[in-house]
C-alpha cells in the first residue's frame, strides 16, 4: 500500500525538543526527496524542510539552526528533528514525498507552557 505513516505529535514546552517520523511503504523511498511541511490555524500550509534523495537538505529561514531533516533509507522512514521549540511552530505537521504528491495523516505539534 502507497502510503506516508507520521508519529504521533504532541504538547511541548517552549524550549523544548520533539522528533516527528514519517514511515513510506509502496514506494521506492530512496529515490524521492521528502519533505515536511506545517500549516497554523488561518495560516497557509508552509514548506518547512526538505531533503533530496541524495541527502541535500533545505530549510524555511524561521527554522534553520533549531530543525534538522534526515532520512533512513533503510528504514524507509524520514524524520524531523525540533530542538529550541517556539510557541509559533506550533500548527499541523504533514510529511511529504515527491512520489505522486503523497502525503502523511498529519500530526498536530503543541508548543505552550
Known amino acids: 500500500q502507497v502510503q506516508l505513516v507520521q508519529s504521533r505529535g504532541g504538547l511541548v514546552q517552549p524550549g523544548g525538543s520533539l522528533r516527528l517520523s514519517c514511515a513510506a511503504s509502496g514506494f521506492t523511498f530512496s529515490s524521492y526527496a521528502m519533505s515536511w511541511y506545517r500549516q497554523a490555524p488561518g495560516e497557509e500550509r508552509e514548506l518547512v524542510a526538505g531533503i533530496s534523495s541524495g541527502g541535500s537538505t533545505n530549510y524555511a529561514d524561521s527554522v534553520k539552526g533549531r530543525f534538522t531533516i534526515s532520512r533512513d533509507n533503510m528504514k524507509k522512514t524520514v524524520y524531523l528533528q525540533m530542538n529550541s521549540l517556539k510557541p509559533e511552530d506550533t500548527a499541523v505537521y504533514y510529511c511529504?514525498?515527491?512520489?505522486?504528491?503523497?502525503w502523511g495523516q498529519g500530526t498536530q505539534v503543541t508548543v505552550s507552557s
Open positions: 511529504y514525498a515527491t512520489f505522486r504528491g503523497l
